[in-house]
């Protein structure tokens, strides 16, 4: 389990496990968020891994997923800071992993969360 929403009864609950990395805890932190502002009609999210998907084209629940996956990238990767700061990256080696660690530490994700970013932003 990643982490869940609980919202019923005019209350929101995030619950999270602790097992998993700070980086990736941010992440679910944010994904959940994403439930509570987006989908705030459903009473409970119970997210058992975030997994991604470039193509919105599913239907229901899929998209709910996508929706707070995007959400969450846009909180914690914003898009102007982002393309601020790879412009400023003067030669990017797409095989050399350390130009994207480097901005993965700095947003404190994943380099696989940074990564997806970057490419639906169209940056790789
Ligand atoms: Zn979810």
Do not use: C
């Not at 019923?8 to 805890?25: F, W």
């Not at 996508?66 to 914003?78: G, K, R, V």
């Not at 400023?88 to 696989?112: G, M, R």
């Amino acid at each position: 389990m990643s982490g869940f929403l609980d919202q019923k009864d005019g209350a929101k609950t995030i619950g999270l496990n602790d097992r998993n990395s700070p980086n990736r805890q941010r992440f679910t932190i944010a994904h959940e968020l994403g439930h509570a502002f987006l989908h705030a009609s459903k009473p409970l999210y119970f997210d058992e891994a975030l997994k991604f998907r470039n193509k919105i084209s599913e239907e229901g629940t899929q998209l709910e997923e996508i929706e707070a996956n995007l959400f969450a990238a846009e909180l914690l990767m914003p898009q102007n800071f982002l393309e601020s700061d790879f412009e400023e990256i003067v030669w990017f080696d797409i095989d050399d992993s350390k130009d994207i660690q480097e901005l993965a530490d700095k947003y404190q994700v994943s380099q696989q969360a940074m990564t997806i970013r970057l490419g639906y932003l169209e940056l790789l």
